[in-house]
């Protein structure tokens, strides 16, 4: 049983600031105890699906698109299943649908390109 719920997306004014939030239901008969790989995707109409951040089953050394790094801040709580995605300085180019994305163990962040669980997405909308 896999479920994600994706939440928190909006309009903003660009430099504007948005957070994001993933609550995961992933377990499965295989992998019981729910260990995964968790991330936030991104795909803008006519644009390739990019990875914008993941987090390793561990919760540490979070990976981050280049295009992202210094403005968003993920953050994963265990207790509440939930990856969280802080945006700041939002820019147009950043307007996009964004998903959250998971694999079960054994998995890694850095190579997690392709999950086989998603979300439905949420809209972020950045105007300038």
């Known amino acids: 049983q896999v479920r994600l719920v994706e939440s928190g997306g909006g309009s903003v004014q660009a430099g504007g600031s948005l957070r994001l939030s993933c609550v995961g239901s992933v377990v499965s008969s295989r992998n019981p105890r729910g260990t995964y790989c968790v991330g936030w995707f991104r795909q803008a109409p006519g644009s390739k699906r990019e990875k914008v951040a993941a987090?390793?089953?561990?919760?540490?050394?979070?990976v981050y698109a280049d295009s992202v790094k210094g403005r968003f801040t993920v953050s994963r709580d265990f207790a509440k299943n939930t990856l969280d995605l802080e945006m700041n300085n939002l820019q147009p180019e950043d307007t996009a649908m964004y998903y959250c994305?998971?694999?079960?163990?054994?998995?890694?962040?850095?190579?997690?390109?392709?999950?086989?669980?998603w979300g439905q997405g949420t809209q972020v909308t950045v105007s300038s």
């Open positions: 987090m390793s089953t561990g919760g540490v050394n979070p």
């Open positions: 994305g998971a694999e079960f163990f054994p998995c890694n962040a850095l190579h997690m390109d392709n999950p086989p669980y």
